[in-house]
């Protein structure tokens, strides 16, 4: 008999006990038909409960796009993380701008998505960016040794927390927003979610994950040394948010 | 710092280890701050106590939904992962899972392991097992890297190293870590074990870590992690093993919303923790980085046990928070490594029966007054002083006696001479006329009472019966019972 049958024979040899017996004062002469009847009613509310509770803590409808950026931003500075919103045009130079002044020589920029070519066009000469363009293996220690930053766009965020859904796939690679010591993440207001809960039922998450999905809430921490709060710890130590706005030239 | 290399140690000891930690002043002072700290960071996230009662209602919700089809759950995740390219592994006690991860190493060939934090490794004692057959095991969470270089155990499940000050670790690493010099900056000592693990990470071959909570719908593995350790002991070697206790499933991927808020907030005071990490799969054809194998252990270990019962299920909602610790004030006083259990404080005192037995832990749920604080601030609400006593009564109860559900261990602290001291004392109260000779005697003989009672003249002064006993005073003013 293997593990898996001896564990799950002694599971099923304790049914069909029903939790909330327990919890709830037990009605030992219940006739078991409308025990689990009574379970069903109460499974098919458990996704109604957890629905309700969040929603009464949201504004409804839901707040518009600069708003939400406006908390995001917020939140993540709460975080110790640095956030700014930008416009569509004017992030590629703000951003090629902030990198120069903070000294950053090498960033994993992808060549794939528009943003990733944009500020590709607009870092300065000093600044080299680098694709993430063969398997991890192969450039190791290069990426763990020599790369000041990574940039990524998030798939959207969390407004409540200042919270990135990172998606990692091909074009950006789980490690390019883990591994340097300088995180920068673009998220476009008109992706923010109010919470977790808004965020994974608009994006459905229930139908299917990726591979990975990281939800980034600012730079590493750690306050395993006698509870004081330091930066960096394994992860990146510093993270930066551009959030883009649709309004052009709005701060 | 007194406390000792905890490897190994047996959990019976516990009388003379809480009495050491009682008079290391310096201990308790580590404790103190701690348990401070960590209840402020908590209160500070539930100011709102109407959302907090609702949302722990829906964490038990959640919890015992999960547990009342658990069989099923398991099976679906099972699917679900294998159907993404994992493989999953199913372990009934510790020496199986040991096996299980050790039989991955080889087949690897992989000499070094970097680890996530685990407390279910720390369970099954996974770094001694693997050390032994030559494969090499670093902690990366800066506390289990701590207390792994200091060769001791985490005192407390969520934060390991917090029995120790700044200034012994800046020892610690001082000693331990070459071309380190002696210092008491946080920051600095951070940025050392940063440096010192990162090269740990280029070269493991294997990545190992725990997991917080499992969606079975989805197949998705959650990890809730502050430092990015887990993370990158999750992506960057080739070979990814988690381990779970098998009571960690739930149903839907949604089900987790409320549980991460409560255990986050729950646990450190954060609304959320910097990652949560959600692995649905191994890395796909076509991605760039990520473990190519995925695996899962699924660890039993005695929660089947704790399951048969109705009433000790409820030991396995538990989320793994801590709340239940910080707010003990047995624990703020002797500290985890007392306990000698993997999981110290009360949740440790309810659950440890089932892993190791009662024969080695039935001590453990005797410590505590029941005031009742862990089972208030438990975020799903695990009645945890109703199963501190009823443990005491298995404990108690006679090993021959045959109930339905027996636990391992059942009668460890069986006495006959207590025993027959409990019938002697509810025979004369069940019965008027020898309650009333015994009232009698006890007045008139007071002066027999032994000076010698055992447990209770450890600490107090003996018990004397009063010359006349309450009734008899009442009567001689003329209001007879």
């Not at chain 1, 020589?105 to 992808?110: E, S």
Request: aromatic content about 6%.
């Amino acid at each position: 008999m293997t593990a898996r049958d001896r564990i799950l024979d002694r599971l099923r040899a304790a049914r069909p006990a029903t939790p909330q017996d327990a919890g709830a004062g037990a009605d030992p002469g219940r006739e078991r038909h409308v025990a689990a009847h009574a379970a069903d009613a109460r499974d098919a509310g458990l996704e109604a409960r957890i629905d309700a509770h969040f929603a009464a803590r949201r504004e409804n409808p839901p707040p518009p796009p600069h708003v939400l950026a406006q908390r995001m931003q917020a939140a993540l500075e709460a975080a110790r993380a640095q956030a700014w919103c930008a416009s569509d045009d004017a992030w590629p130079a703000q951003l090629a701008a902030r990198m120069r002044d903070a000294g950053v020589r090498r960033v994993v920029v992808d060549t794939a998505t528009p943003e990733g070519r944009m500020l590709r066009a607009a870092v300065p000469d000093d600044i080299e960016p680098v694709a993430f363009d063969r398997p991890l293996q192969d450039w190791k220690a290069e990426l763990f040794g020599t790369v000041d930053a990574g940039f990524t766009v998030a798939r959207s965020g969390i407004a409540a927390t200042g919270t990135l859904v990172l998606a990692p796939d091909a074009v950006a690679p789980r490690t390019v927003s883990l591994v340097p010591p300088l995180h920068v993440a673009l998220v476009y207001a008109s992706t923010l979610h109010a919470d977790l809960h808004a965020a994974l039922h608009a994006e459905r998450w229930q139908d299917g994950m990726p591979t990975n999905l990281v939800l980034a809430t600012g730079p590493s921490r750690t306050s395993d040394i006698q509870q004081t709060l330091a930066f960096g710890a394994h992860g990146p130590r510093w993270t930066w948010v551009v959030i883009v706005t649709d309004t052009k030239g709005q701060q | 710092m007194t406390a000792s290399p905890m490897h190994f140690m047996p959990p019976q000891d516990f009388h003379a280890r809480s009495r050491a930690a009682l008079d290391d002043p310096h201990l308790r002072q580590s404790f103190k701050g701690a348990m401070a700290f960590l209840q402020d960071k908590r209160r500070s996230q539930f100011g709102d106590d109407d959302e907090l009662q609702r949302l722990r209602d829906l964490g038990e919700a959640v919890r015992q939904n999960a547990l009342a089809k658990l069989p099923a759950l398991l099976e679906q995740l099972e699917a679900t992962l294998t159907a993404a390219g994992a493989r999953v592994h199913w372990a009934a006690t510790p020496e199986e899972a040991n096996a299980i991860i050790h039989g991955i190493a080889v087949a690897r060939g992989a000499r070094r392991v970097v680890k996530g934090k685990s407390m279910a490794s720390e369970e099954i004692e996974l770094n001694h097992y693997l050390e032994a057959r030559g494969v090499a095991c670093l902690e990366s969470d800066m506390g289990e890297y701590i207390v792994q270089l200091a060769g001791e155990k985490p005192s407390h499940i969520v934060m390991p190293a917090i029995h120790k000050t700044r200034a012994d670790i800046g020892r610690l690493f001082a000693d331990h870590i070459p071309g380190t010099a002696y210092t008491e900056d946080v920051d600095r000592l951070i940025q050392t074990g940063r440096h010192t693990l990162r090269q740990a990470f280029v070269d493991a071959d294997i990545g190992l870590s725990g997991v917080n909570f499992a969606a079975a719908d989805t197949g998705t593995l959650w990890l809730v992690e502050n430092e990015g350790n887990g993370r990158l002991s999750t992506t960057v070697p080739d070979t990814h093993i988690a381990i779970m206790g098998i009571e960690k499933v739930v149903e839907k991927l949604e089900h987790i919303v409320p549980l991460a808020s409560l255990l986050t907030r729950s646990a450190t005071g954060q609304a959320v923790t910097t990652y949560f990490n959600l692995i649905s799969g191994p890395r796909r054809e076509g991605e760039l980085d990520g473990p190519r194998e995925l695996h899962l252990v699924l660890l039993d270990n005695g929660r089947t046990q704790a399951y048969a019962d109705e009433e000790l299920r409820a030991t396995l909602q538990c989320i793994r928070c801590g709340a239940c610790m910080n707010h003990c004030p047995v624990y703020a006083r002797i500290g985890g490594h007392a306990y000698g259990t993997t999981y110290p404080g009360p949740i440790g005192a309810i659950l440890s029966p089932h892993l190791l037995g009662l024969e080695s832990t039935a001590d453990l749920a005797t410590a505590s007054s029941l005031c009742g604080a862990c089972g208030d601030v438990c975020p799903v609400r695990i009645p945890i002083p109703k199963l501190l006593v009823r443990l005491r009564t298995e404990a108690n109860r006679d090993p021959r006696a045959e109930v339905e559900h027996p636990l391992k261990g059942q009668g460890a602290k069986y006495s006959r001479g207590e025993r027959m001291v409990w019938r002697f004392w509810s025979g004369a109260f069940a019965r008027p006329g020898a309650y009333r000779t015994f009232r009698w005697a006890a007045t008139r003989l007071r002066a027999l009472a032994p000076k010698d009672q055992l447990g209770w003249t450890r600490y107090r002064t003996p018990l004397e019966p009063a010359p006349r006993s309450l009734a008899d005073l009442l009567r001689a003013r003329g209001q007879p019972l």
